[in-house]
């Protein structure tokens, strides 16, 4: 039995969550749309890249982020557990280089949970903390009928409070949502598979 998709996502708050793959910025992207008032994304200073405002206009006003460049991981996670305990940024995105201790995520969950704010860590696909409530794996998808959004496989791949499942989602511009699409062969009018 797999889970439906509105249990799981928008992300529950007071829980600190993770993102890995390919489309991880896309799904951030996605949860800070679902977010309302400040946004804080803490990275490290020596990324060469920073999240473009003309790119995230597509998905929430961009006047919302707030930026913090960290000096290092350990800064890092003590800016994001201050803001995640002062409450006062409902989603604080956190990149990390390295893997999450079970220590330093039970903190952050502590902090999200006090500060009734929720947390977004970004990971490479081996850095998953056994102190996440979720973690989701987000990838592009072949979508054999292109449109102004690019089709997204959301695999939830840990949940600490129940199921896990796989969607295929898009991003809706105009409206301003997002739309779980159905794959191909199970959309109205398709054969779908014999048997």
């Known amino acids: 039995m797999s889970v439906a998709f ?3 996502f928008p992300l529950r708050k007071t ?3 993770e993102v890995c793959g390919p489309g991880a910025t896309g799904f951030v992207a ?7 008032g400040t946004l804080l994304w803490i990275r490290e200073n020596w990324h060469n890249e920073t999240p473009s405002p003309v790119g995230l206009c597509r998905f929430f006003d961009p006047d919302r982020l707030l930026v913090a460049q960290a000096k290092d991981q ?8 201050e803001a995640l305990r002062d409450g006062s940024v409902p989603l604080v995105i956190i990149e990390l280089s390295q893997p999450l201790g079970l220590t330093a995520g039970r903190r952050l969950q502590l902090a999200a949970k006090a500060g009734r704010s929720t947390g977004l860590c970004l990971i490479s696909e081996d850095m998953g903390s056994n102190a996440a409530e979720t973690r989701w794996h987000a ?4 979508d054999p009928v292109p449109q102004d959004s690019t089709l ?7 949940n600490k409070s129940g199921t896990l499942g796989a969607w295929d989602v898009r991003w809706d511009h105009p409206a301003r949502r997002l739309d779980v ?3 191909p062969a199970l959309q109205p009018g ?3 598979p014999s048997g």
């Not at 990838?139 to 072949?142: F, G």
């Not at 997204?152 to 840990?158: G, Q, T, V």
């Open 152 to 158: 997204m496989r959301w695999k939830l791949i840990k």
């Open 190 to 192: 398709a054969a779908g």
């Open 30 to 36: 996605m949860a800070c749309a679902r977010a309302s």
């Open 15 to 17: 829980r600190v969550h």
């Open 181 to 183: 699409v159905s794959p």
């Open 139 to 142: 990838a592009a998808l072949y």
């Open 6 to 8: 509105h249990t799981c």
């Open 74 to 81: 350990t800064d890092a996670l003590v800016v994001a557990e």
